[in-house]
């Protein structure tokens, strides 16, 4: 409620996922009554982390990681992986390192796209050029927001799980691979 526009934002999701002919919530306290307590949870960390991603570049890997977070919590959570809002959370910021390389110079970014284009895999070419991947950006970004480690390690590890032992970064990988995201390697 202190912040208005997160307050609005949050206003108008409610009012559309209740839609149809129910009369138009006004209050937070209402929205967050008629959407239950865990659904409101999710929704506001979900809107908490969208401007990450504002950057009409990254509307397609916003478009993966609310796949990732729903396919996360489909399977991993009543396997007793992850709880459900772990698996938004994780979904959601998997690839968060990958907005920090939107920033790279301009020489970078053309040579990152040119290896692309030439078949490498974007982590190789990640490694390649920073010396490091976008697991490892997101992880150091997370950590430095107070994470927890299990969740920061998955992140880490997302692309190569077989180098960790943390069964979210298995997870995390499973999940990108069962949705043919053309990100790595079986």
């Given amino acids: 409620a202190r912040d208005p526009d997160l307050a609005a934002r949050f206003l108008?999701?409610?009012n559309a996922i209740i839609g149809g002919n129910r009369r138009e919530i006004g209050s937070l306290r209402r929205a967050i009554t008629q959407l239950?307590?865990?659904?409101s949870r999710k929704l506001l960390l979900a809107l908490s982390i969208r401007p990450i991603f504002a950057?009409?570049?990254?509307?397609?890997?916003?478009?993966h990681s609310l796949q990732m977070a729903a396919?996360?919590?489909?399977w991993a959570g009543p396997k007793?992986?992850?709880?459900?809002?772990?698996?938004?959370?994780?979904?959601l910021v998997h690839d968060v390192g990958s907005v920090a390389l939107q920033g790279l110079p301009e020489d970078k970014t053309w040579t990152f796209r040119r290896l692309c284009d030439g078949g490498w895999a974007p982590q190789c070419?990640?490694?390649?050029?920073?010396?490091s991947d976008h697991g490892d950006l997101g992880a150091s970004l997370l950590a430095s927001w107070g994470l927890s480690t299990h969740l920061t390690d998955a992140v880490e590890a997302h692309h190569r799980p077989a180098d960790s032992d943390s069964l979210?970064?298995?997870a995390l990988y499973a999940s990108g691979y069962?949705?043919?995201q053309d990100e790595d390697l079986p």
């Fill in 12 to 14: 108008r999701a409610a």
């Fill in 36 to 39: 239950g307590t865990g659904t």
């Fill in 55 to 63: 950057d009409a570049q990254m509307e397609q890997m916003w478009g």
């Fill in 71 to 74: 396919h996360l919590g489909a």
């Fill in 80 to 91: 007793g992986l992850v709880s459900d809002e772990e698996a938004l959370l994780l979904g």
């Fill in 125 to 131: 070419a990640e490694l390649l050029l920073l010396g």
């Fill in 168 to 170: 979210l970064a298995s």
């Fill in 178 to 180: 069962w949705l043919e």
